[in-house]
């Protein structure tokens, strides 16, 4: 790294700030709040070694960062507006890493039309260890939540599920990644930002550490279960190809970055209208057998996995 932390902020970090972010210049940003919404606050973090590989190019580590934190919002049916982003580098990291990371920002800053607020610049003798605190708006009493499902609710999931994961077990070698179809899915998730979904569904949650973890907290938060069809969970056509013996990673490996939407079957041609584009897929049923998941396999024999989801530790 050259210059001073000061001369790093003011180099890549203020261009991408907004009018409230004062320039970055001053202690914190100024800021008013759309009138008459609700605000939306969520943070997560990318720490090498965890939630990236140490060569993993730095602008998708960047725009990883965005989109998990787009993810959220989307789960909560909210509009992004800006983040606050903190980083703590070694001394050793290459400026590079630094420029490359910095373009990432801004690439994504223009795709889903966001801005910087803020944040604070750190030093580590350990990983690298990068976050962002995403804030978007809803109208007042919008917010899709992960309360909510009722029983006989149909259970859908947007996109395909388990292709990041291949794209880990790829990095480490072990399985085939032909055109790096599951390597790039697991650099840039695809946040379902923007669908017009309140008043649709009844619950909603993203699915960032497993769709069976994750569909575990839509139910405890209702008191349900869920019975859902493992040979229904869309899968893209290089998950396809590399079989069922996959079918566990998948459904537990995380980082899919989709939604889990608990509606009334009712409401399918609504929904799918609402995604537009985004495929839709329904896995299953909500049940009232409380926190109890079923997960059939095509012949309606129960799989039991060794295990939900990521947990840390
Ligand atoms: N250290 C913490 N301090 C305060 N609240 C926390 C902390 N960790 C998690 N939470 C809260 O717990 C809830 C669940 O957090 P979690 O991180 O699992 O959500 P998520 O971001 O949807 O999942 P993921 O982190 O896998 O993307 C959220 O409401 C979050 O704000
Ligand atoms: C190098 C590397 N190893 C493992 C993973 C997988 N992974 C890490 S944390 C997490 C859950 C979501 O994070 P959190 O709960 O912290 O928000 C997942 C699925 C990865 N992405 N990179
Ligand atoms: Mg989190
Ligand atoms: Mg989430
Ligand atoms: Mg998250």
């Avoid at 209208?273 to 926190?291: D, E, F, K, Q």
């Avoid at 996995?305 to 947990?311: I, S, T």
Wanted: hydrophobic fraction near 45%; proline fraction near 7%; glycine fraction near 10%.
């Amino acid at each position: 790294m050259s210059g001073s932390e000061f001369d790093r902020i003011a180099r890549y970090f203020a261009p991408l700030a907004n009018e409230a972010a004062l320039r970055l210049t001053d202690d914190a940003a100024v800021w008013s709040p759309p009138p008459g919404r609700q605000l939306v606050l969520t943070v997560d973090q990318m720490i090498e070694g965890i939630h990236f590989l140490p060569d993993d190019p730095p602008d998708c580590v960047a725009r990883k960062l965005l989109r998990r934190n787009l993810s959220d919002l989307a789960a909560m049916g909210a509009a992004p507006i800006g983040y606050l982003l903190t980083t703590a580098l070694r001394a050793a990291t290459p400026e590079a890493w630094l420029a490359d990371f910095a373009d990432g920002l801004a690439q994504d800053q223009r795709t889903y039309n966001i801005t910087l607020f803020g944040g604070d610049s750190t030093s580590t003798t350990g990983p690298i260890m990068t976050s962002v605190t995403m804030i978007g708006h809803v109208a007042p009493g919008t917010a899709l939540l992960r309360t909510g499902a009722r029983p006989g609710d149909a259970i859908f999931v947007t996109g395909t599920i388990g292709d990041a994961v291949l794209g880990l077990e790829a990095a480490r070698g072990n399985i085939a990644d032909p055109g790096s179809f599951f390597s790039t899915r697991r650099l840039l998730p695809e946040p379902r930002v923007g669908l017009p979904l309140a008043g649709l569904v009844h619950a909603a949650i993203d699915v960032s550490d497993g769709l069976i973890q994750d569909l575990a907290h839509l139910c405890t938060n209702a008191g349900l279960g869920a019975v859902i069809e493992a040979a229904l969970v869309p899968q893209s056509s290089a998950a396809r190809s590399a079989g069922d013996a996959w079918l566990e990673t998948r459904l537990t490996g995380g980082d899919d970055y989709e939604l889990i939407l608990a509606a009334p079957a009712t409401a399918e041609p609504a929904l799918r209208a609402a995604c537009g584009t985004v495929p839709l897929t329904r896995i299953g049923t909500m049940t009232a057998a409380h926190s109890n998941i079923i997960i059939n396999d095509a012949s309606g024999t129960p799989l039991h996995f060794a295990r939900q989801g990521w947990q840390h530790f």
